[in-house]
């Protein structure tokens, strides 16, 4: 589905990511996971066509990422950063149906599509008269969430979505969005820096430092096998007690 191929990107001069080659299939979730600055957010923008590569390629469904061809590939992409990223001055329903309207879609399917996905995400539609600074830290992101759906895109980008949430609504909304992967097969790339949340939702565990990919896998890959020493560091710095139980849940 995604396919970077010896992609590299500099910002004045500096290099962010390296050169990086890295497949996505079709119908699964990967967790970019690192510390912050590590290329992890780089990776989403040349998926998405926000930024080109200094060099290699991106192609998404086998079609090159370009200036050009972004336009029509974001329509198929649904979008996520932290706290929803919901624009303030249209309510929640605005923000929900914007690329909706855009594309000219008529009232009753907006509704519609708007009602299916306030079922989805488990919200009361009632809610989406509210603008985003009357909403919850978690209602932001339901609402980003079924903003990223509205189009029923094949794949979805999340950017840390639920770093600013409390634990209580982070792992309510990690249920739901596991939930929302596995029922509609869709094909996720999803960047954290938070071990626990990387293991919930992802299929496969990418860890990076410093623009380059250490090792990817299976969380308990990972864990049991690091290939470097830093994936060790990074992995014990955030275990919680009593590793055998948290990685049997995960």
């Given at each position: ?135 919850s830290g978690g209602q932001r992101q339901r609402v980003g ?106």
């Amino acid at each position: 589905m995604i396919a970077l191929e010896s992609v590299e990107k500099r910002y004045a001069g500096k290099v962010i990511l390296c050169p990086t080659t890295l497949e996505v299939p079709a119908r699964t979730c990967v967790s970019l996971l690192g510390p912050s600055g590590c290329g992890k957010s780089t990776i989403l923008r040349l998926i998405l066509g926000l930024i080109a590569p200094d060099a290699g390629r991106v192609l998404v469904d086998g079609q090159p990422v370009t200036a050009a061809s972004a336009p029509a590939l974001r329509r198929r992409i649904g979008y996520v950063i932290q706290d929803g990223g919901l624009f303030p001055h249209l309510t929640a329903a605005g923000n929900v149906a914007l690329m909706a309207r855009e594309l000219d879609w008529d009232e009753p399917r907006i509704r519609a599509r708007t009602e299916e996905l306030c079922a989805l995400v488990r919200l009361d539609l009632a809610i989406l008269a509210r603008y985003p600074g009357e909403l919850s830290g978690g209602q932001r992101q339901r609402v980003g969430l079924m903003r990223a759906l509205m189009l029923d895109p094949v794949l979805l980008l999340l950017d840390e979505p639920m770093g600013a949430l409390d634990p209580l609504v982070r792992r309510q909304l990690q249920d739901d969005l596991k939930r929302i992967f596995t029922d509609r097969a869709r094909t996720v790339v999803l960047v954290t820096h938070d071990m626990a949340e990387a293991a919930t939702l992802g299929d496969e565990v990418v860890l990076m430092r410093d623009g380059r990919i250490l090792q990817r896998g299976p969380m308990a890959e990972l864990m049991d096998a690091p290939s470097d020493p830093f994936v060790d560091e990074f992995l014990r710095a955030q275990r919680v007690p009593g590793r055998d139980a948290w990685r049997a849940a995960s």
